[in-house]
């Protein structure tokens, strides 16, 4: 049976928000006990007192080192690529829409360099591409009704080493960086070890400058 230093210590080392908070003294243990008292009991299947929690966590802040995450691995970037120029469709799905993302396929292929992403909900599907191709991609359509249309945006593409794919908290840092310096973002998206971030013009310069500083 596990004890609640067990249980705790497993919360705070999966949790990167928690870990950091503790690590940075962003909370302190009473704070921290409270947060997570209903899962310890969850997990205990028991009632536990936010005392015994908040000792426990005493305990492991001594020795406790923050696991770095996809730290490590962000540092191993062999790419970062950024797109420009990128127009967003949002669209139904239907049907016909397999025909659409084929002709619109084969646009791509044949323009050198073109920025096509292409992204399938339950309800709605969204289509990402470069402006220069806009036109065509619209003729595309045929019937095919698009709901919004959204331009001037940047795309910042980052491509991580094949090790990290089963890392927990890959992402975290980079959208913790984001975050931080307050900007928006319009769509994330990611393909195997293809990382994209979609952003307004406006704020491409400043994403880049905070995606740079946790990975050089």
């Known amino acids: 049976m596990r004890t ?3 249980v705790v210590e497993g919360i ?3 949790s990167p928000f928690l870990a950091e908070a503790m690590a ?3 909370a302190n243990n009473a704070q921290i006990a409270r947060r ?3 899962e310890v009991e969850k997990i205990l299947l028991e009632e536990v007192s936010e005392g015994s929690i908040a000792m426990a966590l005493h305990r492991i802040a001594k020795d406790y080192k923050v696991v ?3 730290t490590r691995f962000l540092k191993q970037m062999s790419d ?6 990128l127009v967003q469709f949002v669209f139904p799905n239907s049907a016909d829409l ?3 993302l084929g002709k619109i396929s084969r646009i791509a292929k044949n323009k050198k360099g073109v920025f096509l992403n292409f992204s399938r909900g339950l309800y709605e599907s969204l289509l990402i591409v470069s402006q220069e191709i806009e036109k065509e991609v619209v003729a595309s359509f045929d019937n095919q009704k698009y709901l919004k249309r959204v331009g001037g945006l940047s795309a910042i593409t980052m491509r991580l080493p094949e090790p990290s794919l089963n890392v927990p ?5 980079i959208l913790k960086a984001i975050a931080e310096d307050g900007i928006s973002l319009v769509e994330v998206m990611s393909i195997g070890t293809e990382f994209s971030t979609i952003f307004a013009d406006k704020d491409i310069d400043r994403a880049f400058s905070a995606i740079k500083r946790i990975t050089s």
Do not use: C
């Not at 970062?80 to 120029?85: E, G, K, L, M």
């Not at 908290?169 to 840092?173: N, S």
């Open 98 to 100: 397999s025909g659409v």
């Open 80 to 85: 970062i690529t950024v797109r420009s120029n």
């Open 68 to 70: 770095p995450y996809g």
């Open 24 to 26: 940075e003294g962003l």
């Open 36 to 38: 997570i008292k209903p």
């Open 12 to 14: 705070i080392h999966r």
């Open 169 to 173: 908290g890959l992402y975290y840092p």
């Open 4 to 6: 609640v230093s067990q």
